[in-house]
């Protein structure tokens, strides 16, 4: 039998993925927010981490299968728990059960994953093509740093800007829901404990989904 065949096993994977994807998505947050209080800063950081070769070569590749992970994961949980259902939640009552971020993580999953494709479109494969098809890993363009001028370029257009913030607003439902269970999937359950998991999962998902929203007005409005 494969490693993740078990339904336990699948659920411990789902959770692993999601708190490494919880750490990197709070690391995003802080290098993106440098950018509002110091350009030279959000560069500098930028270039760290676009050109260190354990970020290159092992945590880019990570990520990259840590995302494709947990949002396939996801998926094929769910539809083994739809099957599993002898009675649908319509039926059920679900709504007297459950909250609405848990009946419909697939919903929130869907288009956290839809915006990553398009961020991946509009920041890293340029960013992969710069570096390894051009082969420029200065960081530099017309002796400028490139980073913080493509972030404003990003973040100068209406309509980008709205659509990322709705994503983000459904990020912040998908971890109301998936920063706690992520700790319960890995038996971290405890009378003791819990409550704090509660409420630093609210926290965490009000506070850094807020946090992407304001970067990208602060930079639509000074654009």
Same mark, same amino acid.
Request: glycine share 6%; aromatic share 16%; charged share 15%.
């Given at each position: 039998?494969? $490693?993740?065949?078990s339904s336990i096993a699948r659920?411990?994977?789902?959770?692993?993925?999601?708190?490494? &994807?919880?750490?990197? $998505? &709070?690391?995003?947050?802080?290098?993106? /927010?440098?950018?509002? @209080?110091?350009?030279?800063?959000?560069?500098?950081?930028? =270039?760290?981490?676009?050109?260190?070769?354990?970020?290159?070569?092992?945590?880019?590749p990570v990520l990259a299968f840590? @995302?494709?992970?947990?949002?396939?994961?996801? /998926? @094929?949980?769910?539809?083994?728990?739809?099957?599993?259902?002898?009675?649908?939640?319509?039926?059920?009552?679900?709504?007297?059960?459950?909250?609405?971020?848990?009946?419909?993580?697939?919903?929130?999953?869907?288009?956290?994953? $839809?915006? %990553?494709?398009?961020? %991946?479109?509009?920041?890293? /494969?340029?960013?992969?093509?710069?570096?390894?098809?051009?082969?420029?890993?200065?960081?530099?363009?017309?002796?400028?740093?490139?980073?913080?001028?493509?972030?404003?370029?990003? /973040?100068?257009?209406? #309509?980008? #800007?709205? &659509? *990322?913030?709705?994503?983000?607003?459904?990020?912040? $439902?998908?971890?109301?829901?998936?920063?706690?269970?992520?700790?319960?999937?890995?038996?971290?359950? =405890?009378?003791?404990?819990?409550?704090?998991?509660?409420?630093?999962?609210?926290?965490?998902?009000?506070?850094?989904?807020?946090?992407?929203?304001?970067?990208?007005? *602060?930079? %639509?409005?000074?654009?």
């Amino acid at each position: 039998m494969g $490693l993740l065949s078990s339904s336990i096993a699948r659920k411990i994977a789902m959770s692993l993925s999601a708190l490494f &994807l919880l750490v990197f $998505l &709070l690391q995003h947050c802080i290098i993106n /927010f440098i950018s509002v @209080v110091s350009p030279d800063g959000f560069n500098a950081a930028s =270039h760290f981490m676009g050109t260190n070769p354990l970020i290159q070569y092992v945590m880019q590749p990570v990520l990259a299968f840590g @995302v494709v992970f947990h949002f396939v994961m996801g /998926f @094929v949980l769910e539809l083994k728990n739809r099957k599993a259902r002898p009675v649908k939640y319509a039926m059920n009552k679900g709504s007297e059960n459950s909250t609405w971020m848990s009946r419909n993580m697939i919903i929130s999953g869907v288009v956290v994953l $839809l915006f %990553f494709a398009i961020h %991946f479109m509009d920041f890293w /494969f340029p960013e992969l093509n710069i570096k390894y098809i051009k082969g420029d890993m200065s960081g530099m363009e017309h002796g400028e740093w490139r980073y913080y001028a493509e972030l404003k370029e990003e /973040f100068s257009n209406p #309509i980008r #800007i709205a &659509l *990322y913030c709705l994503a983000f607003v459904f990020l912040s $439902l998908h971890l109301m829901h998936g920063f706690e269970s992520a700790f319960q999937s890995l038996g971290l359950r =405890h009378k003791k404990y819990t409550p704090f998991i509660k409420k630093l999962g609210t926290i965490y998902s009000i506070a850094v989904p807020l946090a992407f929203i304001f970067i990208a007005v *602060y930079h %639509f409005i000074n654009s």
